[in-house]
Structure formats: structure tokens, C-alpha cells
């Protein structure tokens, strides 16, 4: 229980510093320039690569952090609370006693003990440097690998067990932080103090953006031969990756967590207006984002500009109630076309979108407009200020105002909310249609919805018109192409990537909008494996500890 | 134009007046606010809850001539039984049953047989022996027979009927008859013996939607039992049609709840190819009231809460009067003369329940049946072996497709190739 004496009890944050690696199991490896909280997804998706699929992982996982528009950005801010390590602890043990199992013993690739009631440390080596390179995705230094095995010998000489002492030493990986976190670390400095991410680092920032989960053995391999840190080796890696169909698996998840999908674990409606409304349809409205998107855009390497007016998407039974269309196919899902005038099109006009971004018993354009904005614009809307009357928007005492555009326009007579109510209103009221579930309806309190708009000066019409409009709007790509690039790195948009930024827009745009081709273009670029030091570290900022201890104060910032 | 204007009801709009108005739709066209408005004083009056009101839209409206189709899914159904009594109270007497109301008899004279002494009597009696009870209730026939499946080796005790005048249903042999009963509208002639002869039947008693029975075996629906489907499609317009095609179809999927516990409206269903459970009625729509044509027969899935019951309601000389609600939905009546020996059947198939929890003596209900039996005489005993009944229904939007989806119903017609996969969450019976 080494790895529990290191950590139990203590909180552990993930301070994406550049800093010289700390004493400790991690002193041998190189440099830490980088660190982030794997997400659950991924926490999930890497067990299930590395012990099996039939694996079951059940306990809470630590809240997802956002930051900037996006949990990859946040998951570098995280930090492990007490409780969180307690839900750790428990999913590991649970883990590695499945693994470990008589039913999943024989998968054990590796070795099997010469006497399975004694301990055996030439097998547990074995098992513990090969399951430790998958899970901590570089190889184990000699101190990290000597300390599993010796806790497997006692483990196993008190319980007569090998596989028990296996047991405990798959624990004491899976509750590690070079598990729980992804720990970059860097190859050299160049004389800025930019570092130049090891091999190991750059297969992990690969995986986990294009298939949102821990580098295979291949990847591993072109890591540990310095052929990642070479043109042709990426760009070999890249091919290999890019036309895999694992690809859908990490734009599904980028795409989840653009557009904030996660919401929908928070999300409640009013039975008494939305009947419909169930686990089933939240998870459902879920999935069907990601299965839009990702056909469009990965499987139909298709324009990104259109998923702002297809009407193409896939659907449910559950699904087709709110949308109030029949479902003829026999299986769960099934690819489906809304008609040209159902008033459907886009990912804007998905039961996601639009009642993620609503109140539980109402519409709100103006959730609808500041979430627009900020996942497909980029443009976050600062927050109201505190002395603003919101009775005549929320209010229900003045019965004379029908309708959301009429609460709005009296709301926006007063100045300090016209500024932002000018950019934010016209996509919301544009999708007014649509109510707190996404189901149309053309009448609010009996009054027909005025759904005209006007941004920039030019007028449009209800989702169809917005569509379009978002469809030739160049900030579009700019953003997609902003949200990508700090998926990958897991850190803002600085000014000095602006240049970057810029020209892969404009590869991007000139590319026909096709988001493999970006990924292509981008993760071949030499800038996407380099880490600057933060405007602290640049005046010498002393150096902290990887994953050092904290309050939970502190933890919890 | 499409021919149907299912999905698309705002083409139904031009002739001022359409019977589903929660799905009235706009165009994301420029027609727009002047339209939009002219649209929503339809709605309004389509929404007024009186009849009446459609009659003047419809009669101020030019009338189109589209092809439409609604597609519904039962949410309740029940025997349509009138409640003469106070509100909520099911067993106190009212004008129906001045006499009261039954469990019917009691256990002690149920019992009572040729060879049965009074103490196994008293045996039975105790609560404690209810297992016993349960064994051998069935068994009192002067040679032991089992009177559930042969009611007539036991007496007939007596089951005290209807004697109030007022009744649902409809007037099926056409004549006024001192026996007929009058709806509470004041329609006179009104056939419905099998409210006659059952309507005093507590556990059957109640407002509309409010019985025991009737919750119970609705909400037996409600989880999955079965599915009942209805689609209407006309040529002209929904509130004024003489050529409507009503089809009853059963269900291959579970009926969907919302969050309530309702029964959820827009979900899609395939049909059970059944033809025993499956008629296609001729009906005409008259200022918003669908009516068949003439008598019909009808077959559809027959509510009930096992099953092992009979399956089918069947009925002869069938009369059907539905009306779309303003919400979309579709409710009314629907009735004619049933074999009354199905009905006594599917109480008897789990007797124990019907003797022991609905509290009837099972023997006394088939006598009952047999005496008020008014229709389809058998031409060598003269014993008539049908009775009028009349049955309430209610229904929520849905869409109905192919047995193996693919196709949407959009007219109502024999479906009669073999279902397909079940969907997703389940088929039934």
C-alpha cells in the first residue's frame, strides 16, 4: 500500500507549471511541464483498453473543471479532493480485482506465476512494467517498478495469492497520478525556456485528442524509438490514426465537450409542462449530437460549416417524440432527415442545444444567445451586472408582455443590458420556436413567436436563417479551429499562438472546411508539441512540485 | 401537395378549420404574422371544448378537399357504465342501483352446496384458511364440478341489475324500447345490456375514467400489457368528411409513459398484423363528430388485465362516435352487441380475483348475462348470444407504422403481413 501512503487523505491539483520534475518515484524522468486531470471519458476509455471492455467501472468521478469554453482547457486546473481520491481508491480496487479475477487472469498478457499461491517477482515484473507503461503511458523508472513489485511479494506471501498481490499492485498504478493525471513532460528547453515535449508526451497528447484515450502499443512503441519526434514518424502515426474509425472517438468527445454536453447530467425540466422529458431522452439528445457530428464531419469528412443547416441526423423512438416525427426504423437508432420545412436544421435545432440552454419550465434566448456565442463564436458574454432588474424578464406579473421578444425589448430599454442584449437576443429569439424541451410550437401564451432577427446589420429569419447565417460567418472556422488547437495543447488561446491560429484557420477554410485534414495539418506542426513557459515562470518563478499536496481550499479554486 | 396532411396540418388551414390543432404548424416562410394571426383565431376556436363552436368555424370556413390522417394511441378505455351515484362514492345507492351495489354475495352462501358441511363452511370463512379458500372456491358444483368453466351446475343467486333509466352507448336495433335507457343528453333507445346487467358492479361503478376497475386495468395497459391503435384518414377535411376510413389496429409495441405516469402522445408504434384484432370502419365526419356510416363490425385488442383472456372485443352491428379533443387527442364511444359469453369468459379465466377480490359469484354473473342478452338469437334454443355494450375510449396522438417500420400508415387499412423486430423497449401480446 506504498501508493496509499503516498496520497490518502490528501488532496492532489494539477498545476500545469512548467517546473523541473520534484523528487520522488518521478525524479528519474524528464522535465514535468504539463499536467491534466484525465476526464472521466477517458479515465473509462483507458481502462477498457487496457484490462478489457467488460470491465465495470461505477463510482464518482471528480467534477469536471471548464475553463475558457472548455473541460480539456479546465482538466489542467483540476484537482482531486479528498473525497474524489476515497472514489478513486474505490474504482482502482475494483478495477484491478476484475482484472485480476479468475475469469480475466489468463488475458494477463506477460507471464503466469510458476506457483499462484506464492509470490513471484519475476512475474509480477513482468505484469507490473507492462500493465505500468500502459497506464502511466511511458515506461516505469526502476523506483516506480521496484515499489509495485515488493508490494505484490507481501501481498502475496500474507495471502498465499499471487494474483492478490497483482491485485494490489494494479491498485497502486491506477490510484497513481501518472494514471489519474496526464503528465507531460519535456525532452529539452530551447533558450526561451520553450520545451519541446518528449515522445511519450506527444503519443499522449495524440490518443487522447483523436481517440480520447491512452496511447496503444504502436504509438507507445514510435514514442520509445524517438520516430514521433521525427516528420515522417508523426505524419506515419498520423495516417495510422487519422483513418482509423477510433477517430470518431476523440471528435465525439472534443465534440461533447464544445458544445457542453456534460450539462445534461445536471440538467431538470418541469414534468408539468415537458412530460417528455426523462434520463432516456437527455442521454439520447446527447448521443445524438455526437453521432451527428461526428458522421458529418468524420465519417462524411464533411463541410463543418454545413452542420449549421443539415438536416440530416440520427434518431429514436424517444427522440422522434419531442420532434414529433414518426420512427419507422426497427433498431434504436437510425439515420434520419428531417423535411424541408419541418423548421429542423443544424445542430441548433437538436433537442441538445436548445433545451440544455433554457430554463426548466421556459425558453430563454437569452441562455440560447450567450451559449451561441461562446461554443460556436467564441465570444463569451461577460456576466450581468449585479444591480440589473431581471423582474420583467423572469417575472410573470406582467401579463401584458406574451411573449420572451416582448420581455426582452422591455428589458433592453435600459442601457447598462442593451450592449450586450444587442448580440446576444437575435440568435435567441431567432430559435424561439422551439421550447424548453426543442419542441416546436408557434405560439407562446396564445400569441403567435416572432422569430425575425437582425446581427451585423443583416436580417434573417427563425434557425433556417440563423443557420445560413452562422454557415458564411468566418468566426465559425476561427473558433473550431481555436477550440481544436487548446483541446490538444489543454491551455487558452495565448497571443502568441494567434499566428498559428490564423494559418490553420486559413488551411482549414481553403481545405473546404474538412476537420481531418485540420487535425492532419495541425498535429504535424512542431508548435503543438511545445509548451512556453507561463509570463511567471519567464521571471523565474520557483519551481513546484508536480503533484504536489494542497488544502483542499486550495484544491478546490 | 403531399396527399396526406398528417405531418403537415397547416394545409388543412385553408379551410378554416383543422381538428388537431396542436399540431398547427407555420410555414418558416413570409406569409407570416397576418396569416400566423388568422391561424391562431382558428386555434382558438378550434380550442373552445363545444362542439358547437367547430360547427361555426367550420360552417364560416370554406371546406377543402385533402387527403388527412390522424394516428392515435388508446391512453383509456373502458365498459362506458353511467354513475348514478354521489361523486366519488361507487357503492352507496344512486338512481342506477337504488337498491345498492354488490360484492354480491357472500362467501357463506357462495359455499354453499349438496355436500359441503357447514363446517368446512366456516373453514373456508376464516381468514386464516384464505389459501385453502383459494383452492377450492372454484369447485362447488352438486358433483364437484368447476363452476367457473361450467357456471351453470351452480344456482344462479341472483345479481342485482341496473334499474335506472339513464345509460351510454347507442341506439343499435333502431326501435325505443321501455327497456332501452336514455343518455344523459336525452338521446332515447339506447342498447347497453351489458351495463344492464353488470352496472351495479362496484368495482365497475364510477364517474367516467374513476372506476376501480377501470383505473386498474387502464394502468395494466399503461405498463406494457397491450397496445390498442387507431388511424383516420379522410379525403376532404377533418371536421367535415364523408369518406373516412377508421382503422383499429393492435400494437406491436408497449404503450410509452411520460413523466405523469400519462400516456405519452407523438410516439410511433408498429401494428401487430392481427387480423382478430384489427377492422377498418367507413365512418363520415360531421361538424367535428366521427360517426360510422351504418353498422359496422369491429374488432380491435380488448382492454382486460390478463393474459390469458380472450384477446379480441368483436362486436356486431357496431356503432362508433369519436370527436378529435382540442388537445389532439381523439375520445367518444364505441359500441355494439358482443358475445356475452366472451364477456362472462374473460372474468372467469382468473375467477379467483374476479369471486374472491371483485367480490362476485362468477355463476351469478353468467346468469345475468344470459338473461339480459338482447341480440343474435340461436335458431334452435332461441337464447340470444349476444348483448349491447358500449365502451368508452380515449386516445393521444401517435404515429402508426408498418409492422417492420419502414412505412408510415397513413390510411387506414388491413395490415396483415407478419411483424417485424420488435422496437426498442419492448413488444407485447
Known amino acids: 500500500m506504498l501508493l496509499v501512503a503516498a496520497v490518502a487523505g490528501l488532496g492532489l491539483v494539477a498545476t500545469a507549471t512548467s517546473a523541473p520534475s520534484a523528487s520522488g518515484p518521478s525524479a528519474a524522468l524528464p522535465q514535468v511541464v504539463g499536467l491534466r486531470r484525465l476526464t472521466a471519458s477517458q479515465y473509462r476509455q483507458s481502462v477498457a483498453d487496457i484490462f478489457g471492455r467488460d470491465i465495470k467501472i461505477t463510482g464518482r468521478f471528480e467534477p469536471e473543471v471548464r475553463r475558457d469554453g472548455l473541460i480539456a482547457i479546465g482538466s489542467g486546473e483540476a484537482a482531486i479532493s479528498t473525497s474524489g481520491m476515497e472514489q478513486y481508491f474505490g474504482m482502482a480496487a475494483s478495477i484491478a480485482e476484475q482484472a485480476t479475477d479468475a475469469g480475466h487472469r489468463a488475458a494477463l498478457a506477460g507471464c503466469k506465476p510458476a506457483d499462484p499461491a506464492a509470490a513471484d517477482d519475476a512475474c509480477a515484473t513482468i505484469l507490473v512494467q507492462r500493465y505500468g507503461r500502459l497506464l502511466f503511458r511511458r515506461p516505469l523508472s526502476a523506483q516506480q517498478a521496484a515499489q509495485r513489485v515488493a508490494l505484490a511479494h507481501r501481498v502475496a506471501e500474507a495471502d498465499h495469492d499471487f494474483y492478490s498481490g497483482v491485485r494490489e499492485a494494479f491498485t497502486s498504478l491506477l490510484t497513481s497520478p501518472d494514471f489519474l493525471f496526464r503528465i507531460e513532460r519535456a525532452a529539452s528547453r530551447g533558450p526561451d525556456g520553450t520545451a519541446e515535449l518528449d515522445g511519450y508526451s506527444r503519443a499522449s497528447r495524440l490518443s487522447y485528442l483523436l481517440w480520447n484515450t491512452t496511447p496503444d502499443e504502436t504509438l507507445l512503441q514510435a514514442a520509445e524509438t524517438g520516430a514521433l519526434m521525427t516528420d515522417a514518424g508523426l505524419r506515419a502515426q498520423l495516417d495510422r490514426m487519422t483513418a482509423s474509425p477510433r477517430l470518431a472517438d476523440g471528435m465525439g468527445a472534443f465534440f461533447d465537450d464544445m458544445l457542453q454536453l456534460e450539462l445534461f447530467s445536471k440538467q431538470t425540466k418541469d414534468p408539468q409542462f415537458y412530460p417528455k422529458y426523462s434520463q432516456l431522452l437527455a442521454a439520447q439528445a446527447r448521443e445524438q449530437t455526437v453521432r451527428t457530428l461526428v458522421d458529418q464531419l468524420v465519417t462524411k469528412n464533411g463541410d463543418y460549416r454545413d452542420i449549421f443547416t443539415s438536416r440530416d441526423t440520427f434518431m429514436t423512438r424517444t427522440l422522434a417524440m419531442v420532434y414529433q416525427v414518426p420512427y419507422v426504423a426497427r433498431t434504436e437508432w437510425a439515420p434520419y432527415t428531417f423535411e424541408a420545412d419541418s423548421g429542423r436544421s443544424g445542430v441548433l435545432t437538436q433537442i441538445s442545444f436548445l433545451s440544455l440552454f433554457s430554463h426548466p419550465g421556459r425558453s430563454s434566448p437569452v441562455k440560447r444567445g450567450v451559449a451561441l456565442n461562446e461554443i460556436f463564436l467564441c465570444q463569451p458574454t461577460p456576466s450581468p451586472p449585479a444591480n440589473v432588474d431581471f423582474s420583467i424578464v423572469n417575472g410573470t406579473s406582467m401579463t401584458q408582455l406574451k411573449t420572451s421578444r416582448a420581455k426582452l425589448e422591455a428589458h433592453a430599454t435600459d442601457e447598462s443590458c442593451a450592449s450586450c442584449h444587442t448580440s446576444v437576443d437575435p440568435p435567441g429569439l431567432a430559435l424561439e420556436r422551439f421550447d424548453s424541451l426543442g419542441a416546436h410550437r408557434d405560439l407562446e401564451n396564445g400569441v403567435p413567436i416572432d422569430v425575425h432577427a437582425e446581427i451585423d446589420g443583416k436580417s434573417f429569419e427563425g434557425a433556417g436563417g440563423l443557420g445560413l447565417l452562422l454557415h458564411d460567418n468566418p468566426r465559425v472556422s476561427s473558433c473550431l479551429v481555436r477550440d481544436l488547437y487548446a483541446s490538444a495543447t489543454g491551455r487558452s488561446i495565448a497571443a502568441a499562438d494567434k499566428p498559428l491560429v490564423n494559418s490553420l484557420t486559413k488551411t482549414f477554410s481553403g481545405g473546404g472546411y474538412r476537420i481531418a485534414a485540420l487535425l492532419r495539418t495541425m498535429a504535424l506542426n512542431p508548435a503543438l508539441y511545445e509548451v512556453r513557459p507561463s509570463p511567471a515562470q519567464a521571471t523565474a518563478a520557483p519551481p513546484v512540485k508536480v503533484a504536489r499536496l494542497a488544502s483542499s481550499k486550495e484544491s478546490n479554486r | ?429
Not at chain 2, 54 to 75: E, I, Y
Not at chain 2, 311 to 331: C, D
Not at chain 2, 389 to 399: D, I
Open chain 2, 1 to 429: 401537395m403531399p396527399p396526406y396532411g398528417y405531418l403537415r396540418p397547416m394545409r388543412n388551414l385553408q379551410a378554416g378549420l383543422t381538428a388537431n390543432p396542436g399540431r398547427v404548424r407555420f410555414r418558416t416562410g413570409a406569409r407570416n404574422m397576418a396569416e400566423a394571426a388568422s391561424e391562431v383565431s382558428m386555434k382558438r376556436l378550434a380550442l373552445a371544448p363545444v362542439i358547437g363552436l367547430l360547427l361555426t368555424a367550420a360552417a364560416a370556413a370554406p371546406v377543402s378537399a385533402a387527403a388527412w390522417s390522424r394516428a392515435f394511441v388508446v391512453d383509456w378505455m373502458e365498459p362506458a357504465f353511467y354513475h348514478g351515484g354521489a361523486g366519488d362514492d361507487n357503492t352507496a345507492p344512486g338512481t342506477d342501483c337504488p337498491k345498492g351495489t354488490y360484492p354480491s354475495h357472500p362467501m357463506e352462501v357462495v359455499l354453499k352446496t349438496g355436500w359441503r358441511s357447514q363446517a368446512d363452511i366456516d373453514y373456508y370463512r376464516d381468514a386464516e384458511h384464505r389459501e385453502a379458500l383459494k383452492r377450492v372456491l372454484r369447485f362447488r358444483g352438486p358433483n364437484y364440478e368447476n363452476v367457473w368453466e361450467e357456471p351453470t351446475e351452480a344456482p344462479d343467486l341472483g345479481l342485482q341489475p341496473v334499474t335506472g333509466h339513464i345509460g351510454y352507448g347507442f341506439n343499435l336495433d333502431g326501435k325505443v324500447k321501455k327497456t332501452d335507457f336514455t343518455t344523459p343528453d336525452g338521446e332515447k333507445g339506447i342498447d347497453n345490456n351489458y351495463y344492464r346487467a353488470g352496472g351495479c358492479w362496484a368495482s365497475y361503478r364510477g364517474e367516467p375514467f374513476k372506476s376501480q376497475r377501470g383505473v386498474g386495468i387502464n394502468n395494466y395497459m399503461r405498463d406494457g400489457l397491450y397496445t390498442i391503435l387507431i388511424v383516420v384518414s379522410g379525403t376532404k377535411d377533418p371536421a367535415n368528411d364523408d369518406d373516412v376510413t377508421l382503422g383499429f389496429y393492435q400494437g406491436a409495441d408497449k404503450v410509452v409513459k411520460d413523466a405523469q405516469g400519462n400516456v405519452a402522445s407523438d410516439a410511433t408504434f408498429a401494428v401487430e398484423p392481427n387480423p382478430a384484432t384489427q377492422s377498418i370502419i367507413k365512418a363520415s365526419i360531421k361538424n367535428g363528430v366521427l360517426e360510422t356510416k351504418g353498422p359496422s363490425e369491429i374488432r380491435l385488442r380488448d382492454e382486460g388485465w390478463n393474459l390469458s383472456q380472450p384477446a379480441q372485443l368483436q362486436l356486431t352491428q357496431g356503432r362508433i362516435r369519436f370527436r378529435f379533443t382540442p388537445a389532439g387527442g381523439l375520445e367518444g364511444l364505441f359500441g355494439g352487441y358482443r358475445d356475452w359469453k366472451v364477456l362472462y369468459r374473460k372474468q372467469a379465466v382468473n375467477g379467483r380475483d374476479t369471486e374472491m377480490n371483485q367480490g362476485i359469484d362468477l355463476p351469478s354473473f353468467y346468469y345475468a348475462l344470459q338473461r339480459y342478452a338482447d341480440a343474435d338469437p340461436d335458431p334452435k334454443t332461441g337464447q340470444n348470444r349476444r348483448i349491447s355494450t358500449a365502451y368508452r375510449l380515449r386516445a393521444v396522438p401517435a404515429f402508426v407504422v408498418a409492422p417492420d417500420g419502414g412505412e408510415v400508415i397513413r390510411q387506414a387499412r388491413l395490415i396483415d403481413h407478419h411483424a417485424g423486430t420488435p422496437m426498442a423497449g419492448g413488444a407485447n401480446n
